[in-house]
């Protein structure tokens, strides 16, 4: 780390300014390396993925890795692709919905039990879920939704953070707007759909991407729940691939940059939503 | 007329205009106080069944003998519970094996998981050209699933594919280290692969809590004399304190929670010995099909996290005084 002693010339901030740097960028390789090497590797063919010393760039050029992942109908890559993208979408918008209009209930309306159900939501917060997992497979057994697509969507969706992080944000929104829009004569529904929603963008996308990157990325859950190949999402999908492919490495690759593609170029385009939905969260919670 | 004005005052505003109260007042109808309700349903409902029913079923569960393959489940009172303590039965080893790996874990883990984000953060708040950048790339990798760090870390690891021991042979460190396969290398692995995959996550936590301290605080210190160090204790330390204790409590629950990686990375090994206790719970619940066992373990586990969660408030609280 660079020591930050009290400045006294130009030549001293230069080399102050080189060691921040230097830092920076070593770390920054160690953050980034192990995901360049994922890449790489699922460019190499299965020989030059074995071979000592390694080479850094895929030489030759290989699109091995993803003809088998692709191709190989033991293990449809392709399909748990599409069902991890049908799940998360779906589970983002049901989370969006529900959440959303429970917390403009709980934040601008006045009603019997609000207090009650809000210390309920919130209480829910401070059980691991994991603790849950055996009461909520006998649960999801019971709806016979085993080794369906609703079984990865619905039950996660009852989001308390949801609705205290929207909660949160709709009780800054200034009461005025609120008057206007029933002078003009607008019901409950039209101020929450018209005028609270649109002024909750940055807060509704910010769920939508936080409550994506955790479905898709979600684990323990579909492994004890999915159960036929065709069924899969990509997280227990790779557990099978590298069950099948043990070391053929570049195979093993392509199906972890697959699995890694749609949530980095997510985390790329809502980098500042995602970070600030983070740090909000965080303190406000 | 009432109920708007505690609206406006639960909100911390003050209460709205006569005018509007009265108009309020007079619209109020039935539909109008089911709005409230309706609005609360659709979330309700998946609550009740998903976020409530679990726990009501859990402690039913955890004091019935629950065997998917048998037709009767009959009540056992505290049974499940006394197993886990008394040392003659089944269960006993295994079950305080995976507490003590994941006490294990925890106790590794969480230091590094407050202190290393606190210094990328401290890093990060300085303003530099392509600090936002920066800011990014050190927190792409929580972004990824638990399955795909698990699947690349195990290749990483690989005592003779693996990338690690490769560099350190380049520089002349030993290159045959057993990460995945034997203690403690096992322990380092999954602390490591941890700290790298999530420090991201809390130093953005820790940027905004710093960019919350008072610029002024750090303009007197330095004007009475303190030196970095200085500062860092009396005012940065300070005024992290909510932002410690929530640091902490989350990293504590989320490290007490470990599976994915264990799971992928050591896969347990060596023999059961990084075999956490969710894996144990899960694996209990399900392939051995004793879901009252399981329930009993996971309200035993619930409670322990809630007794250390407790105690980091205590402690905290203590240290304001």
């Known amino acids: 780390m660079t020591t930050p002693t009290p400045t006294t010339g130009g030549s001293a901030s230069g080399l102050r300014r080189v060691g921040l740097y230097t830092t920076l960028v070593v770390l920054a390789l160690i953050f980034l390396v192990p995901l360049l090497w994922m890449v790489i590797t699922s460019l190499k063919t299965y020989t030059a993925a074995q071979q000592i010393p390694p080479s850094w760039l895929p030489n030759p050029l290989a699109g091995y890795g993803y003809e088998q992942v692709i191709n190989n109908s033991a293990n449809p890559v392709l399909r748990w692709f599409l069902n991890s993208m049908v799940a998360a979408t779906l589970h983002s918008l049901l989370v969006l919905v529900t959440a959303s209009m429970a917390a403009y209930s709980l934040a601008r309306l006045r009603f019997r039990g609000r207090g009650v159900t809000f210390a309920l939501i919130v209480g829910t917060l401070f059980i691991p879920p994991t603790s849950l997992i055996v009461p909520n497979f006998l649960i999801v057994d019971q709806l016979n939704w085993i080794d369906t697509l609703a079984v990865i969507v619905v039950p996660g969706a009852a989001s308390a953070f949801g609705v205290f992080f929207l909660r949160q944000f709709f009780l800054s929104l200034p009461d005025e707007l609120e008057e206007a829009a029933t002078l003009d004569g607008a019901n409950q529904w039209q101020i929450f759909v018209k005028?609270?929603?649109p002024l909750s963008k940055p807060a509704l996308a910010t769920l939508a991407v936080l409550s994506f990157l955790t479905n898709w990325n979600d684990f323990l859950w579909p492994i004890f729940v999915l159960f036929s190949p065709?069924?899969?999402?990509?997280?227990?999908?790779?557990?099978?691939?590298?069950?099948s492919y043990v070391t053929d490495y570049p195979v093993i690759m392509a199906g972890a940059v697959l699995a890694s593609l749609p949530v980095l170029i997510l985390f790329v385009l809502a980098q500042r939503h995602i970070i600030q939905g983070v740090s909000r969260s965080g303190l406000k919670g | 007329m009432a109920d708007v004005i505690e609206v406006g005052?639960?909100?911390?505003?003050?209460?709205?205009?006569?005018?509007?109260?009265a108009r309020r007042a007079a619209s109020a109808g039935r539909t109008r106080r089911a709005t409230p309700y309706l609005f609360l349903a659709p979330y309700l409902v998946l609550f009740g069944v998903f976020g409530l029913?679990?726990?009501?079923?859990?402690?039913?569960?955890?004091?019935?003998?629950?065997d998917f393959q048998l037709p009767n489940r009959p009540f056992v009172g505290l049974d499940n519970y006394k197993e886990l303590f008394s040392s003659d039965s089944a269960v006993y080893g295994d079950w305080w094996e995976s507490v003590r790996a994941t006490a294990i874990f925890t106790v590794l883990s969480v230091p590094l998981l407050v202190v290393v984000p606190l210094g990328l953060a401290l890093l990060l708040n300085r303003s530099f050209p392509g600090r936002t950048f920066f800011r990014a790339v050190y927190f792409a990798p929580y972004v990824l699933g638990v399955a795909v760090i698990g699947l690349l870390w195990r290749f990483l690891l690989d005592a003779n594919l693996g990338l690690v021991n490769r560099l350190l042979g380049v520089v002349g460190l030993p290159s045959d280290t057993p990460w995945v396969t034997n203690m403690p290398w096992a322990w380092i692995s999954l602390v490591g692969v941890t700290v790298w995959w999530t420090s991201g996550f809390n130093a953005v936590i820790y940027l905004a809590g710093l960019q919350d301290i008072s610029p002024e605080l750090y303009e007197a210190a330095r004007m009475d004399g303190a030196n970095a160090w200085q500062r860092f204790r009396s005012v940065t330390l300070p005024g992290l304190r909510p932002v410690l204790l929530f640091v902490i409590t989350t990293t504590v629950l989320a490290s007490a929670n470990m599976f994915g990686q264990s799971f992928l990375i050591t896969q347990g090994t060596p023999g059961t010995e990084t075999r956490t206790v969710v894996w144990f719970i899960v694996e209990e619940g399900l392939r051995d099909n004793d879901a009252g066992r399981a329930a009993a373990m996971s309200i035993v586990f619930a409670l322990m996290l809630a007794v250390v969660s407790l105690a980091n408030f205590r402690l905290f609280r203590y240290k304001e005084d």
């Open chain 2, 9 to 21: 005052a639960a909100r911390g505003d003050a209460p709205p205009p006569a005018a509007k109260a």
């Open chain 1, 230 to 243: 065709e069924k899969l999402t990509l997280p227990p999908g790779l557990g099978l691939l590298q069950g």
């Open chain 1, 195 to 197: 005028v609270v929603l």
């Open chain 2, 53 to 66: 029913l679990p726990i009501i079923l859990g402690v039913w569960l955890s004091v019935h003998q629950w």
